[in-house]
């Protein structure tokens, strides 16, 4: 196979895994009444899906190939970075907000510290799948089965990654068409990782950037999982439905990894 036609499949492989996350995101059309126990577990499930890859895998791997000193200071570094971006988004103060709601549900579900947090939700599963992209596209150029082993992989657990994207976003804004869209932006970010890769990275690329990429990236997930997340979701009550929601979201992410 040429070099034009390896690009080509490489590219159609990264599409793919990135697609995939629209699968996760589609939940949003499903549910008929919101509820304010989704919400919490929504963003519970969000937090234990971020926080399980952080730990699990993006972390983990970064050592592997760095070094435990070099992947935690990545890690650290992604922190930072998102901790100073952070600092400067305004945070629009709501505080009476979900107080009048009139039994388990209402029609129109605004508040902008949720839609903050989803969105920075949002930002950081498509900073994730941007080293992920770059990942699949190297790996389908160099050997095609290889290649599509992981878009397998990533695919599958790109699904819940969809999920916890989309649910907030839908309950932040009452829009699922603004849920669907905006995780298929996050999913999107797969293959222009690809594209930004191969076009820009491609004299620097290396396993050791990939590695040092994918720990920084766990710091941003972590960050906001624990900033962001949690105390948005425990604001909104039901406790125990927070921590069925992390639960849950690290059992699926878990199975995704397992599977592979």
Do not use: W
């Amino acid at each position: 196979m040429d070099v034009s036609a390896n690009i080509k499949m490489a590219l159609l492989l990264t599409t793919i895994a990135g697609s995939a996350t629209l699968i996760g995101a589609a939940i949003a059309y499903f549910i008929k009444e919101p509820r304010l126990s989704y919400l919490t577990f929504s963003l519970g499930f969000s937090a234990g899906v971020m926080l399980y890859v952080s730990f699990m895998e993006l972390l983990t791997g970064a050592i592997k190939t760095l070094g435990q000193l070099k992947a935690v200071i990545a890690f650290f570094i992604g922190m930072f970075f998102i901790g100073i971006i952070d600092f400067f988004i305004p945070e629009s103060e709501n505080p009476d907000h979900f107080n009048n709601l009139q039994g388990p549900h209402q029609e129109t579900m605004l508040d902008s510290k949720l839609l903050r947090a989803s969105m920075m939700t949002a930002l950081a599963i498509g900073i994730h799948n941007f080293p992920e992209g770059l990942a699949t596209f190297g790996a389908a150029m160099t050997n095609i089965k290889l290649g599509v082993f992981i878009t397998i992989a990533i695919a599958i657990h790109n699904v819940p990654e969809g999920i916890s994207v989309s649910l907030p976003i839908f309950y932040a804004t009452g829009n699922k068409n603004k849920a669907f869209l905006f995780s298929a932006i996050s999913g999107m970010s797969e293959p222009l990782g690809a594209l930004v890769g191969y076009v820009i990275l491609r004299p620097f690329l290396s396993p050791g950037l990939l590695a040092a990429l994918l720990a920084f990236v766990a710091g941003i997930m972590v960050y906001i999982s624990v900033d962001e997340l949690l105390p948005m979701a425990h604001r909104y009550g039901h406790g125990h439905t927070v921590i069925k929601g992390i639960i849950s979201g690290m059992i699926i992410m878990a199975a995704s990894l397992i599977i592979l």
